[in-house]
């Protein structure tokens, strides 16, 4: 079957223009017009019937868009019942009359968050996992400990920032952390998402047995007692399709999925937030090969749906493994009800990088090599992240580029060795611009 484009095994990239979320206006309602299919459905849905997390006014979630520190906040003075903040202006970037001030105000007083050494206290900074999962540790208090081998079954324990361990091992032997679809995983670099922030408060709120909240285990990897040991030796290498991100996927297009790994396996295929409820089973084409596929129906809408591979076999954990590259589907459909506002030019035209995943390891000098919409202007800047205090709260312009994409869509960034410490955080910011549109994403890479 000669379908295979091995050059779309790209990076996920996280898009930086997000709808603000405003609490004050937020719904209350725990039926969300976007969550019909998202796999943290029901740690959502539980929070919002309890009142500890809301929606927007047009009654939808957006569980994968970002979270603010003062979005925290807010979320953690109601899980926890905190007191409430007096909304005295603590901190020089929190006036009296904001939103969430008595909210800061509450958590720093409680010492779940604090603020920076120049007594800011940042607000509307995006937080990431591991910022997240430090607050949360804290939350905890005596109901955890910080071995570190409870991080043992996560495989990106190494990407762990050394400011964040204690607490991320504390999270990880509460079994608190949540992350879907690789429950083996921390990914303690990426920007927290609502829908994230909902799961890991929720497996909070179970371990301090407040509130009489049922368990829930998806995207858990909780750790269990060692009776009998499991095997797990499954591996997916990888993932491929024959899509094109720049193409949404329409009616009738027929999506085709192949998965690389161990041989002789029971293998399915999900498709994120359109299939899960009808797995489609794979087919062990060669040793080792597995191929399946599916045909897009009139009712599949979604902006980054993700193929999901699903490797079991008797005696042995399953594991999991998410296409790294999201996939419009029906986007451009003129009476789509659920984009009315997206005519799918912001996503194609978003800037993705193909040579290096989100998180990974970069030694300079080196290429960044990425897609966007044939002959597109793409602006590209790089910041130095540094932590002070656990937070990122310095960043340094080290290199900026304005490039041209190609007929293909294709450009290329040389970027050049700069004068930064081993395992440095590079932010990775970068805007696609053509015909008076643009978009942006952002990619994390450290430093060898």
Do not use: C, H
């Not at 939808?60 to 926890?80: D, L, M, S």
């Not at 995207?219 to 797990?232: D, E, I, L, R």
């Not at 009738?252 to 089973?281: C, H, K, Q």
């Not at 060795?417 to 643009?438: C, D, K, P």
């Amino acid at each position: 079957m000669n379908f295979l484009n091995r050059t779309l095994v790209g990076s996920s990239l996280v898009a930086l223009t997000l709808m603000p979320i405003a609490p004050r206006t937020l719904a209350q309602s725990s039926s969300f017009a976007d969550l019909q299919g998202y796999w943290g459905s029901p740690y959502v849905t539980t929070l919002a019937e309890r009142g500890i997390i809301g929606g927007f006014p047009n009654g939808t979630f957006q569980p994968n868009a970002q979270i603010t520190r003062a979005q925290f906040a807010a979320i953690a003075v109601k899980a926890f019942n905190l007191s409430p903040g007096n909304g005295s202006r603590s901190f020089r970037d929190v006036p009296a009359n904001y939103w969430a001030a008595p909210a800061i105000s509450a958590v720093n007083n409680s010492g779940l968050v604090t603020g920076f050494p120049d007594g800011s206290f940042r607000p509307e900074e995006n937080i990431t996992r591991a910022q997240a999962l430090v607050i949360l540790a804290k939350a905890l208090g005596n109901n955890t400990n910080a071995d570190p081998n409870g991080l043992n079954s996560y495989g990106d324990r190494q990407m762990v920032p050394e400011w964040a361990m204690d607490s991320v091992a504390r999270a990880a032997n509460a079994g608190i952390i949540v992350n879907f679809p690789d429950a083996n995983r921390i990914n303690p670099n990426n920007l927290a998402t609502r829908g994230e922030v909902a799961g890991l408060v929720y497996q909070t709120l179970v371990k301090l047995g407040e509130g009489g909240f049922a368990p829930i285990n998806i995207g858990t990897n909780t750790p269990t007692a060692p009776t009998a040991p499991v095997v797990t030796n499954l591996v997916i290498e990888r993932i491929e399709t024959n899509t094109n991100p720049r193409q949404p996927l329409q009616e009738g297009d027929e999506l085709l999925i192949r998965a690389y790994g161990t041989p002789g396996v029971s293998a399915i295929f999900e498709l994120d937030g359109l299939n899960r409820d009808r797995p489609v089973a794979m087919q062990e084409v060669e040793s080792g090969i597995y191929e399946t596929s599916y045909r897009i129906r009139r009712g599949d809408r979604q902006i980054n749906a993700r193929p999901v591979v699903i490797f079991s076999r008797a005696g042995q954990n399953s594991i999991s493994r998410q296409f790294e590259q999201p996939i419009a589907i029906n986007i451009n459909n003129p009476n789509n009800p659920d984009f009315p506002d997206n005519p799918g030019i912001g996503y194609i035209l978003r800037p993705e990088i193909t040579n290096f995943n989100n998180n990974e390891v970069i030694r300079l000098p080196d290429n960044l090599i990425g897609q966007t919409l044939p002959d597109a202007s793409v602006e590209v800047r790089i910041e130095a992240l540094r932590t002070v205090m656990g937070v990122l709260n310095l960043s340094q312009n080290v290199f900026q580029a304005n490039v041209r994409a190609d007929q293909n869509g294709q450009f290329i960034v040389y970027i050049p060795r700069t004068n930064v410490e081993s395992g440095t955080l590079y932010r990775i910011i970068m805007t696609a611009t053509q015909n008076n549109q643009s978009q942006s994403s952002e990619l994390i890479l450290r430093q060898e």
